[in-house]
């Protein structure tokens, strides 16, 4: 599922698009895909899940 | 009398010859032609207060000793008219520099820092194997794949024993603790050509040897010091280890670097030609090095953790074929430059995806022409509006 929130980035308030199931977004109307994206408000925007995972973070060697 | 005159002249020219050994030896820059008219501007050249050592700069020129030759910075190298000299070592021959004088400018004037790696061959154009073994008793061997194919190949494994005649496949040799130099004889210019070596006790082994080798997971078992490669062909998914941490003329393929990172370790100068399209990991975990080769002109993408624990990087520069950046950076304390030449926006995947270097201190030039586009567009907004990153178009 697609989720919307605002975040605040230094004096400015974006609209932060993410899946929750950690895949790739694409941007409709450009067909740009994304891990996550942020736009500044009002977005121009539409967003939908791709089937592309979003690669994981790895631990750092010593977390093994 | 004249024959006097002839040997006094020839006298002459030795101690000129050797003047500029040490000037070399110093670390001053030799000209191209290495008369008595230059020779007080060489030694002018010794840096002083250094001990002889050259000060690492924006380009540095390297040879396989890991020898800073020359070095220069930005604007001092657009003024070059002429690349500098190479040491000479005994049993190798100077071939080149890894890039030419015309492109060493042109990095130069897209801000490009560059360690630009000197090629050697080994002047008998055979494959010398210098070891130290450590501990007695041990065997060593020689996988000879066929660099001549089916040729009669030598092995001379340098301790007075004889020498070893083979097609192909794998030679082993007993060898007591000390140093030894191993000649391997075919033509080594032929393709098909992996030496992979197995010295279990050796330290501080380097391979001289010319052309092309097929890149091969075993070679990274020659003590994990590099080979003296002009070319790396290769399109297996493997590991190339150490090896090529300090070869000249390598333009890194695909999947050459393996996965899993560490590639590069602590390697301070890594001089190959660049990255010609996106390696995921290429520099990943490198804590050593203040330059990067550099991504090579026609290269589209700069691919996952590029340069993730890249903690001494300083400067990184995309070229203006590159249209999407996913996440290169974290760790990157030291990152103060980012100079994007892309002609279009790049698709940025993340805005952490370059907020996650952590540099506090980060300037990312673009092309005056995009900048108000960068302001505005998916993810580089936010990157903008990140307080310890500053956004120009001074490009």
């Given amino acids: 599922m697609i989720v919307q929130e605002q975040v605040e980035i230094g004096t400015k308030t974006f609209l932060h698009t993410y899946s929750d199931a950690a895949v790739k977004i694409e941007q409709v109307e450009t067909g740009r895909i994304y891990d996550d994206a942020m736009d500044v408000i009002p977005c121009q925007y539409s967003y939908v899940e791709t089937e592309q995972p979003i690669e994981p973070e790895q631990p750092e060697p010593d977390e093994n | ?42 030694i002018n050249s010794i840096p002083s207060g250094g001990g002889g050592v050259v000060e690492e700069k924006d380009i540095n020129f390297i040879d396989h ?40 400018q042109d990095f130069a004037q897209h801000n490009t820092f560059l360690n630009i790696g000197a090629y050697y061959k080994a002047t008998d154009e055979l494959l010398h194997l210098f070891v130290n073994i450590e501990t007695d008793n041990t065997e060593c061997s020689i996988y000879l794949y066929g660099a001549a194919w089916n040729s009669l190949e030598t092995v001379d494994w340098g301790d007075g024993s004889t020498p070893t ?46 052309y092309k080798i097929f890149a091969s997971p075993y070679c990274t078992s020659v003590g994990g010091y590099p080979y003296a490669i002009r070319e790396i062909v290769t399109n297996r998914s493997t590991s190339f280890t150490y090896p090529f941490s300090l070869l000249p003329n390598t333009i890194i393929t695909p999947n050459l670097l393996g996965s899993g990172g560490g590639t590069v370790g602590s390697t301070k100068y890594i001089c190959n030609r ?7 990991y290429a520099y990943e975990g490198n804590i050593a090095a203040r330059i990067l080769p550099p991504i090579v002109e026609g290269a589209t993408a700069v691919a996952s953790r590029t340069y993730r624990d890249c903690m001494h990087l300083q400067r990184v520069v995309l070229p203006s074929t590159i249209t999407s950046i996913s996440a ?33 201190n980060l300037t990312i030039h673009v092309l ?26 001074d490009l």
């Fill in chain 2, 1 to 42: 009398m004249s024959s006097t005159i002839k040997q006094a002249i020839e006298a002459l020219k030795g101690r000129i010859a050797d003047a500029y050994t040490a000037v070399s030896a110093k670390g001053g820059t030799l000209p191209a032609t290495q008369d008595s008219a230059n020779l007080p501007a060489a």
């Fill in chain 2, 65 to 104: 000793t890991g020898t800073i030759v020359a070095s220069y910075t930005l604007a001092e190298a657009l003024q070059l008219t002429e690349l500098p000299a190479p040491i000479q070592y005994d049993g190798l021959t100077f071939i080149e520099w890894q890039f030419t004088l015309a492109e060493i």
């Fill in chain 2, 165 to 210: 005649s083979v097609g192909r496949g794998t030679l082993s040799h007993i060898y007591n603790r000390g140093d030894y130099e191993i000649i391997v004889s075919s033509d080594l210019t032929k393709a098909g050509g992996m030496y992979s070596t197995s010295f279990p006790s050796a330290r501080n082994t380097t391979a001289y040897c010319l």
């Fill in chain 2, 274 to 280: 660049g990255i010609s399209s996106a390696i995921n």
């Fill in chain 2, 328 to 360: 290169i950076f974290r760790y990157n304390y030291s990152l103060r430059d980012m100079y994007i030449y892309s002609t279009q926006i790049p698709t940025l995947s993340s805005a952490g995806a370059i907020t996650g270097c952590e540099s506090e």
């Fill in chain 2, 368 to 393: 005056s022409s995009l900048y108000s586009g960068y302001e505005s567009d998916t993810n580089w907004a936010a990157v903008a509006a990140d307080s310890k990153i500053t956004l120009i178009g």
